[in-house]
């Protein structure tokens, strides 16, 4: 089983501040996903990266996937509190079918 | 929108009973999932299906079967419910996205405790 190691498991900081959330693993993966889940619901899909090196930009995120594709990063600048909520990385082992492999999560707070 | 929609929101069962848990999306994907969600433990892969009538044992099957008997619908069954399978329930479904990678669409989870 491919293992993917998130951090900071927590993280609560203050409106305006910037942060970034790791995810490592040993294992290549053929894609890397970052997922936001709010309490009470399913996860759902930020962003996909596929290619070494690649960076996306969701407005104030930005995504990045290491260029051996067994890592990959989340950074917020000028946090919100709408930020607030659980970031997952997972990573997809084959292109397809198969099941995600998921990180245990970053718990993000950001106050007022 | 994909909607991926979870039978029951929250359940609570008694140790030893049958437990179904249905997933029913509207997007005529072919993948279906099924993960538990734990305090510390992350998502973890129960069991996934590529296609009517199959299936595939994720990381943690043990104590839990499946059943794809149409291509829309994904149920998980707990033969026989014990404690420890008292978790959050996710079921997703997926697309692939230019053959490169899946999109998993995920519904609003099932809450079990089993007492």
């Known amino acids: 089983t491919q293992l993917l190691e998130q951090s900071p498991q927590f993280l609560s900081i203050q409106e305006g501040e910037n942060l970034t959330v790791y995810c490592n693993s040993s294992?290549?993966?053929?894609?890397l996903q970052w997922y936001r889940q709010e309490p009470g619901e399913g996860p759902v899909l930020l962003v996909t990266?596929?290619?070494?090196?690649e960076v996306k930009k969701l407005k104030r995120l930005t995504f990045q996937f290491g260029d051996a594709r067994k890592d990959s990063s989340l950074h917020i600048t000028a946090a919100q509190p709408g930020d607030t909520g659980l970031y997952l990385c997972?990573?997809?082992?084959?292109?397809?079918?198969?099941?995600?492999?998921f990180g245990k999560g970053t718990h993000l707070i950001i106050q007022p | 929108d994909v909607k991926v929609t979870q039978s029951s929101r929250y359940l609570v069962k008694r140790t030893g009973e049958k437990v179904f848990l249905e997933c029913v999306q509207d997007?005529?994907?072919?993948?279906m999932f099924w993960y538990r969600q734990d305090p510390g433990l992350g998502l973890r892969l129960i069991y996934f299906?590529?296609?009517?009538?199959?299936?595939e044992k994720g990381d943690i099957p043990e104590g839990y079967s499946v059943s794809r008997e149409k291509k829309e619908r994904f149920s998980l069954i707990l033969e026989s419910a014990s404690t420890n399978q008292t978790s959050m329930y996710l079921c997703?479904?997926?697309?692939?996205?230019?053959?490169?990678?899946?999109?998993?669409?995920f519904g609003a989870g099932t809450r079990l405790s089993v007492l």
């Open positions: 294992s290549v993966f053929s894609s």
């Open positions: 299906s590529y296609d009517v009538k199959m299936k």
């Open positions: 997703a479904s997926s697309s692939i996205a230019g053959a490169l990678f899946s999109i998993q669409y």
């Open positions: 997972a990573g997809e082992p084959g292109g397809g079918a198969d099941g995600l492999t």
């Open positions: 990266v596929v290619t070494g090196g």
């Open positions: 997007m005529d994907h072919e993948n």
